[in-house]
Every structure is written in C-alpha cells, then in structure tokens.
C-alpha cells in the first residue's frame, strides 16, 4: 500500500530558497519521483532519487533518505515561474503505476 | 511522436452522455496510464496497461468507467451516463520499460482532456 504527505500549500520570496517535504509509506520502494505541474498544465519530470542522498539539478536539488521514508525537493534563488504545485511519487519494484501525493502548492510573491 | 497526445482537448457534454477520451502514447512505450484530477486536487490513478498483461482498474471509480488499449498503441477512456462529478482533466501518460537494472524512468504526460458535464 501508499502513503503519502506533503504539505497543501507554502509561500516563499521572490531569490529566496524553500524546501519542500515528502513522507510515505510504500511497500517494494524503489525510489522516489518529484513532479512540478502548473497551473493549467500537465506535470513535468522534475527528479528522481534511488540512493540516499542528494542530488543537485541547477536551481532544484532532490533529497532521500530511505531508512526514514523522507524526501525533499530544495529549490534556490526562486522565481515567479516556480509557483506551481509541487507533486512527490514514490515507486515500487511491484508495479510501474505511481501514485502521487495531493501535491504542495507554492506561490512565489515579489 | 514526439509526445504524449491527447484529443480531445476539451470536451463540454450534457449530463447522461457518453463520452470517448483518447490517448497516444510515445513509440516504444509499454506502459500507459489514466489519471483524473479534478480543481485542485491531486491526481487520482484510474487504470494502467502494462505490455499484453491484464490492465489494473483498480482506480476506476464506477462501471461507467472503462478502458481499452490496442497492444502498445492508442488508449481509449470512455465514460458512460457522464455525471456532474466527472467533470475533471483527465490525464494520460506513458512510460518506458525498465532497464535491465529494474531502474523505473518515470512518466510523460499529455496535456490532458478537460471534461465539462453539464
């Protein structure tokens, strides 16, 4: 079975960096994806962690630890094309479906 | 193609209708996946073909809801006596097979069919 939680909405600066947190339960874990969908529009591929550990893509870098069921997503120097809502998919060696958490929605002001 | 399609992509139907929501998945990939996702909500995992195995329905909400897909090509969700409830953007994605590692290279997503039942 899933488990997922992350948080509905956050709000953040203009240059500033957040963080935005994952916890799940899911059995056959085998990784964990990060998706960013804006508003209006389909969710893209943003990461994905199988080692502990984190791994850095330009502005985003993405965090797992396994031992604790936890990840983040970190995004730095933030700008307005970052509001969108931020979606955590762990995966499972049983199956290829994901299932997503409800996403966290970050609004990014001046 | 270069991309998921889906068509089409809106769709305004009368309470009671049948609806047909079609998906083209990119070349070579095996899997292929229906989301639902109503305003703002998360998505909401509906059914997954995998390859000529049996499909996982255990998303679809209702009877009204089926699916079909022809071996590794195009999708079809239909909807039966669509109700007000179902109005949503209904997603499609597909994904590749897994490496020789097991290694899971994630979803593309189309850009979706937003239904409107009224």
């Known amino acids: 079975g899933q488990n997922i939680d992350q948080p509905t909405e956050m709000t953040a600066t203009e240059g500033a960096i957040v963080q935005i947190n994952c916890t799940y339960q899911t059995s056959g874990f085998n990784g964990l994806f990060w998706y960013q969908q804006h508003a209006g529009e389909a969710p893209t591929f943003l990461s994905y962690n199988v080692l502990d550990g984190l791994e850095e893509k330009g502005r985003f870098s993405s965090f797992l630890s396994r031992s604790k069921g936890y990840s983040y997503l970190l995004l730095k120097e933030l700008q307005m094309k970052d509001s969108a809502s931020y979606l955590c998919a762990p995966s499972s060696y049983n199956t290829d479906k994901l299932i997503f958490g409800t996403g966290t929605r970050l609004q990014v002001f001046p | ?118």
Not at chain 2, 34 to 59: M, T, V
Not at chain 2, 65 to 87: C, K, M, N, Y
């Open chain 2, 1 to 118: 193609g270069a991309g998921v399609s889906q068509s089409p992509s809106n769709k305004v139907t009368e309470k009671g209708k049948d609806v047909e929501l079609r998906c083209d998945p990119i070349s070579g990939h095996t899997a292929l996946y229906w989301y639902r996702q109503r305003l703002g909500q998360g998505l909401e995992f509906l059914i997954y073909f995998q390859g000529n195995s049996a499909p996982d329905k255990s998303g679809l909400p209702s009877d009204r809801f089926s699916a079909e897909r022809t071996g590794e090509s195009v999708s079809t969700l239909t909807i039966q006596r669509t109700q007000q409830e179902d109005s949503a953007v209904y997603l499609c994605a597909s994904s590749p097979p897994r490496d020789s590692y097991g290694a899971n290279y994630g979803y593309t997503f189309g850009s979706g069919t937003r239904l409107t039942v009224v």
